[in-house]
């Protein structure tokens, strides 16, 4: 969905949702009941004093994840690639934000 789509369903212009992506200006309450209805997202997942998290915001990442795996039908399926995503983190640095990261070259 572009900016103009969402924002249009929001009821605000493509600019203000690029504000909220930004994190340059904040969303009430009711705003973000809208947001987590359109994307089919739990509330409490955009909430930032979720316990065990530092600011508890989703990612942009993170939230692509989670809507990528509401796509798939099948249970199995679903489960195998949340075993992937565990066996990729625990691969990881331990790092909590390490950016985006380069790509080795093939030879």
């Known amino acids: 969905m572009s900016q103009t789509n969402f924002g249009k369903a929001l009821g605000v212009t493509y600019q203000q949702v690029q504000k909220y992506e930004n994190g340059t200006d904040r969303n009430a309450v009711c705003r973000l009941m809208a947001i987590a209805r359109m994307l089919e997202f739990p509330l409490p997942a955009f909430n930032p004093s979720a316990e065990g998290d530092e600011g508890a915001l989703l990612t942009h990442e993170e939230i692509a994840a989670l809507a990528a795996s509401r796509q798939i039908g099948s ?7 949340v075993d992937a995503l565990k066996t990729f983190a625990a691969l990881a640095p331990s790092e909590r934000s390490p950016g985006p990261t380069k790509r080795a070259r093939r030879s």
């Open 75 to 81: 249970p199995v399926m679903r489960g195998a690639a």
